[in-house]
């Protein structure tokens, strides 16, 4: 199938209404959401890119350019991966205002999807009678449905890392989760990895550490370990990332974290998403692990979470108890101090934004 402008899938549908061409679409959808809308009218457009702008999780929000042709790519390579083929019912809960939901809607636009729409927030199928072949969220969202999922049987996680207590959540549900990896520029997940529901519950957790590419697409690493894409359906360049990981194959990579947001403490480097995947042992509420400068470290590692309490000695003392009884840590990832505030700040896409949220103390 080849990209061309105007096409809608003979089989598509927009909250159980078909469309004999766009212009129908348009005014339809004129009357439901604007973000739909707007994005809609630009898909139709005359133009062969469209501007997309980026979360912003980790770094300022920017505006980007993608070929209408590699997003049909896109759209394809999910639908070939997964075995969602024309009729497959599908819910939109992701504002499409982003890449995530704008690629949503061209699924079921290329496909030929039975697509419905609800309002994006925190907890999407609270008021879903239906069930759906599929669907795609950020982890809260899937946090707060952990009791409905049974009405979606393939979901797609995005938007931020899926902790230890969510994953170990969802070996208890029959949905098939995956959890993705992708960026704006990759036009959303360029690969994979299973989240639940193995063959065999003892190889559950390993394999889950693991994601494998789409096909078509090429990954190695560059000097500093992070992750180079050539995904040439979806990319008219090679990508080089931030994003430090451990290459288990030509096709398999572990995620480790982020290479921005590596910590130099008194030369030994700190990784804070392997950090943060311990302490979710320890911690409940929000939270993350920054490195602020230190006269004598260079940077100190410091734990910063999201709590109304009172910011006493004594519960720091005893957090950092909890952390040394698990025996999991190296005296380098002991954090040096501990601060709370009352709220972190977040994308729309429910991010932590760590640096905006560490300015906020100030320090």
């Excluded at 990209?3 to 927009?14: A, E, G, P, V």
């Excluded at 912003?56 to 590699?70: A, D, V």
């Excluded at 009729?87 to 039975?114: D, F, H, N, Q």
Aim: one cysteine or more.
């Amino acid at each position: 199938m080849n990209y061309s402008k105007n096409y809608i899938h003979n089989s598509f549908q927009l909250n159980g209404y078909s469309f004999s061409n766009s212009a129908e679409l348009l005014n339809y959808t004129s009357k439901i959401s604007k973000d739909v809308f707007l994005f809609l009218e630009e898909w139709f457009s005359d133009s062969n890119s469209v501007i997309i702008q980026t979360s912003g999780s980790t770094g300022k929000p920017k505006n980007i350019e993608l070929q209408k042709e590699r997003m049909f790519n896109s759209a394809i390579a999910t639908g070939n991966y997964f075995n969602l083929k024309a009729e497959t019912t599908a819910l939109l809960c992701l504002p499409a205002s982003y890449v995530a939901g704008k690629m949503m809607l061209i699924r079921a636009l290329t496909l030929g999807w039975s697509l419905d729409i609800v309002t994006p927030n925190s907890n999407p199928l609270e008021n879903v009678s239906k069930i759906y072949d599929f669907s795609a969220m950020v982890p809260l969202q899937v946090e707060n449905s952990i009791n409905y999922l049974d009405k979606i049987r393939k979901l797609i996680v995005g938007g931020g890392v899926v902790s230890n207590p969510l994953l170990a959540k969802l070996q208890n549900v029959s949905t098939d989760v995956f959890a993705t990896y992708g960026m704006t520029e990759t036009i959303t997940h360029i690969a994979v990895k299973k989240l639940n529901n193995f063959s065999t519950l003892k190889t559950n957790f390993n394999q889950s550490n693991f994601y494998k590419t789409l096909p078509n697409v090429t990954i190695y690493v560059d000097e500093r370990n992070c992750l180079v894409i050539n995904a040439v359906k979806v990319s008219e360049k090679v990508l080089f990332t931030n994003d430090v990981v451990r290459l288990i194959s030509d096709t398999q990579f572990e995620w480790l974290g982020r290479f921005d947001n590596v910590i130099n403490s008194g030369g030994v480097k700190l990784q804070p998403e392997v950090i943060e995947s311990k302490l979710v042992k320890v911690l409940q509420k929000p939270f993350f692990v920054a490195g602020i400068l230190d006269d004598l470290l260079g940077s100190k590692l410091i734990l910063i979470i999201e709590d109304t309490d009172d910011n006493t000695s004594e519960k720091k003392e005893g957090i950092v108890n909890k952390i040394k009884s698990l025996n999991l840590f190296t005296k380098f990832e002991i954090p040096k101090e501990i601060y709370f505030l009352p709220e972190f700040m977040y994308t729309e896409s429910s991010k932590i934004q760590r640096n905006k949220t560490l300015n906020l103390l100030k320090l």
